[in-house]
């Protein structure tokens, strides 16, 4: 499927995209419904351009916004400390400024877009699902910190649940402690009580990242489980495609 480099401005920076979406002879011209894909801490590199081409492969159009842009420290190289140095009002923008380009672009559906996000990603889909109004479907893998605020948020994103108008699918690892069994909790109930369609899938004997075949936590089983499932639900919301399970 074609791939390739874009790059937009947000707040007068530049900001680059991975787009992979789907080829012409399997799929035809589109327009295509779509997903903003979400990088974990390792940044829009192997892992993340797969899952993009593999959307590609099923008919979305997939878009990885590279949330690293604005760190320019040359000694500041690792991830998770890139991860957790990302503001939110700042990350808002950027998906803002990601989805903005979806909508303006004529292989993409502008009303069939999703969202879906690892790790660092995970909470950020969360995030984005209860401030943009675009998303009909949302599918954050091992999403931690979700009640944390960070920089400079008046709200964590566990805060802002009442905002989500999408349904949502979450991936939990059983062995994972951030997101833990107990804060998988305390977010089912949170949904539950602000009446958000969702479903929460736990996967026995996976970490975090357990969907990452390039790390050292892969849980190939459980990686293997949780796709499909994930593809059904973008089917379902999506492509209106009707559930099998």
């Known amino acids: 499927m074609p791939s390739s480099w874009e790059k937009i401005q947000v707040s007068g920076q530049d900001m680059d995209l991975y787009t992979s979406v789907p080829a012409y002879e399997s799929h035809g011209p589109g327009p295509f419904p779509a997903v903003v894909v979400i990088h974990p801490a390792g940044g829009v590199a192997e892992f993340t351009q797969g899952i993009a081409d593999k959307l590609a492969g099923e008919g979305y159009a997939a878009v990885c916004p590279d949330l690293f842009h604005r760190i320019t420290d040359p000694s500041l190289t690792d991830g998770v400390a890139k991860a957790g140095s990302l503001k939110d009002p700042e990350v808002i923008a950027d998906v803002d400024a990601t989805v903005d380009f979806m909508l303006a672009h004529s292989a993409i559906d502008s009303g069939r877009i999703g969202i879906t996000g690892f790790c660092m990603g995970g909470r950020i889909s969360w995030l984005a699902a209860a401030v943009n109004p675009h998303f009909k479907a949302a599918v954050p893998y091992y999403g931690g910190n979700l009640m944390v605020i960070r920089g400079g948020a008046e709200k964590s994103p566990f805060d802002l649940a009442g905002g989500i108008n999408c349904p949502m699918l ?76």
């Open 170 to 245: 979450f991936h939990f690892g059983e062995k994972d402690a951030n997101p833990s069994q107990d804060d998988m909790r305390k977010l089912d109930d949170q949904l539950t009580r602000l009446g958000k369609p969702h479903q929460f899938y736990i996967y026995p004997g996976a970490d975090h990242a357990f969907a990452d075949h390039t790390g050292p936590r892969y849980h190939r089983e459980s990686a293997e489980v949780s796709w499909p499932r994930t593809l059904e639900f973008f089917a379902a919301h999506l492509k209106g495609v009707p559930a099998t399970g």
